[in-house]
């Protein structure tokens, strides 16, 4: 009876993991005063997840156009989510200031359709 229960849920996990597709994993680094890579391609309606390291000091990133933002703190992974809702191409930028560069720490996002 135990075990049978057991199955059953090991099984609905399985479908479920299968139903929802893996989302796509995106690495930026921040560095003064720049972020690797700075343009990002993505396709309108197919959230993204963003892995934010910096290789040096603490870093902002904001995108306001898809209102997230986070601290980049070294020696962390920052996890956002971005839901690409709208086409177009987007700035996001360090909202932490870091030094004489910071003002053009930024990079693009364009969405397709
Ligand atoms: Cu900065």
Redesign the pocket.
């Known amino acids: 009876m135990a075990l049978s229960g057991l199955l059953l849920g090991a099984a609905t996990i399985g479908l479920r993991a299968a139903a929802q597709p893996q989302e796509q994993v995106i690495k930026v680094l ?1 560095r ?2 720049t972020y690797t890579p700075n343009k990002l391609t993505l396709k309108k309606g197919v959230p993204v997840i963003l892995e934010l390291t910096t290789a040096d ?1 603490l ?2 990133f904001n995108a306001p156009d898809f209102g997230v933002r986070a601290d980049i703190i070294p020696g962390q992974v920052a996890r956002v989510r971005l839901v690409p809702d709208k086409v177009g191409t987007f700035t996001f ?7 004489s ?3 053009t ?1 930024n990079g693009t996002i364009t969405v397709a359709a």
């Open positions: 921040a003064r005063f000091v870093m902002g930028f360090c909202d932490i200031f870091c030094g560069g910071h003002e720490m």
